[in-house]
Every structure is written in structure tokens, then in C-alpha cells.
């Protein structure tokens, strides 16, 4: 199997669309399919989600100290978001981190192997023991044992491509190639307009919280995704569809709309609508 380093746009999407593991160096990435995150609960799923992809800029953020904010302004070329779940944010957001680390890798078998370390299985490996009180102890010669191919851990230098891999399992993230990256004239210019996009999703975030206190929360969830594939798709029903992932749910979602918006021009342009945007189905998403 490919890593994930290894795989080039297309080699991912292929892994997207068939709903393959990825593999991250000794780390293996299985995407949950539908009916597992029912089982699992969506909103709890989704919690965990959101909870292990907490931005650089919202941790800082959330810094209410304005001197200690400012001071991981001047060291964060230096840090990694790794940093705040593990030393700098408590033990309340540790907690939360292994609880989405558990969901991910799909074990219980989750803790901190020492203060920059997340073991994965380490107990089921017999590196991680147990004294009579309960206390857990590294058995340093099972480890010096183990094969370094099985030495499954979460550390500051593959966690930020962990998180990667799961938003791109779950539609949250573009392919590498589909990811701009922005040209700015000075760090004044960067800065300013990276608090100009914060500000507007800030924006965007009270007008749904408002829509939806008011009741007027039109907005598509996952169960209206699901029934429109399943009932305008060829190939899935509201029996099949549950084995699809999440990704697998909205690439087939974003194409059905693609081909009806190409559909709905070709029919504008035959009753003699003028400058329609045609573009083809089969198009990139």
C-alpha cells in the first residue's frame, strides 16, 4: 500500500472514491462508511471531527492573556497545533483529543506514552502494563522488542497529516492539487487578509445561528444528502447507500448536481437563452 506521502492528486482520489484505507507510515486510516457513523452517532462523530481539527489560529485566539496570546504569535513558526492539545491547552482538551484519536484509529487502546507521544495499541502489544495499583508502566524491553514497523504512534510531526487525511476522508478538505495557495505582496497584506477571511466566516456563522433561532434553517443536512442520492442515483438505494463514506456521499451528491445544472443549460440554450454558463457533467467537482 502507498503512503500517503507517496500518492499524487490522482492516486488519492482514486483512494477517496473507492473508499480505501490510507496508510501514514505505520498508521493505517479507515474511513467510516454511513452506517457506521449512524451506529457511531453523527453528531457525536462529528463532534470528534471538529474537535481534532481545531486551527493554529483559533487556539491563539481563544488566548484570552493578551501578553501569553502574543507571545505564541512571535513563536508560532515555531509550534505545532500538536503543541496546544498536548502541553498547552490542559488536560480537559487532551482528553478530548484521545477520545477523537480513539474514534479514528478504532481502539480504546489510546494514551499518552510520554509527554510528546500518543500510543496506539500499546497496551494490546504488551508495551504499556499495569502494577497492582493500576498504574501504567512502559515495558521497555517489550518495546526495544517490537518491530519497528509496528510502532503505532501519534506524534507533532505526522499529526498534522493525520488530520489532513481525516477531512479529506470527509469532504473538509480539497486535494493537494486543488489547494491555492495564496500570493500576497508583503506579511502585512497576508495577515490582513487572513483576518479578513476569519471575519467573514465569524459573519457567516451568526447569520445560520440567527436563520436557524428564527426558524427559518433551510439548510441541507446529511439525512437530505443521503435521500437524494439514494432515490436520483442509478447505482445506490436507501439500502446500498449505507456502505459509502462520507466522501463517497457528497462526490456523488456534487456530481447529480453538476449533470442537473448541465441538463437545466442545455434546455435554456434550446429555448434561446443567451450567455449560459455550460459547463459539462463530467467536469472536475
Known sequence: MLDYKELNDIDLKLHLQSGSDIKLGNLVIKPYTLE??????????????????????????????????????????????????????????????????????????????????????????????????????????????????????????????????????????????????????????????????????RVEEKKKAQAKAEGNDDEVDISDIISAVSSKSNSVNKVTIWKYTLYQLYDDYSRLELIDNYNFSIKAIMAGAEKVDLKHWSSRI
Not at 182 to 201: G, I, S, V
Open 36 to 201: 457506521e457513523i449512524k451506529t457511531f452517532g453523527y453528531t457525536n462523530y462529528m463532534s470528534n471531527l471538529q474537535l481534532i481539527s481545531i486551527s493554529m489560529d483559533d487556539f491563539i485566539s481563544s488566548v484570552v492573556d493578551m501578553e501569553k496570546r502574543n507571545m505564541l504569535e512571535e513563536q508560532r513558526t515555531n509550534l505545532r497545533i500538536f503543541d496546544f492539545y498536548v502541553n498547552l491547552g490542559g488536560m480537559e482538551l487532551l482528553d478530548k483529543l484521545l477520545q477523537s484519536l480513539s474514534m479514528i484509529f478504532r481502539t480504546d487502546d489510546i494514551r499518552m506514552l510520554d509527554e510528546s507521544t500518543v500510543a496506539i495499541d500499546f497496551v494490546n502489544k504488551g508495551i504499556v502494563n499495569f502494577d497492582e495499583d493500576g498504574t501504567p508502566f512502559i515495558n521497555q524491553d517489550k518495546l526495544e522488542e517490537l518491530p519497528e514497523d509496528e510502532i503505532t504512534i501519534v506524534h507533532r510531526d505526522n499529526f498534522d497529516d493525520i488530520v489532513e487525511i481525516i477531512k479529506l476522508q470527509n469532504y473538509l478538505s480539497k486535494n493537494k492539487s486543488e489547494k491555492k495557495e495564496e500570493k500576497y505582496a508583503d506579511e502585512e497584506t497576508r495577515k490582513l487578509m487572513e483576518d479578513m477571511e476569519r471575519h467573514r466566516k
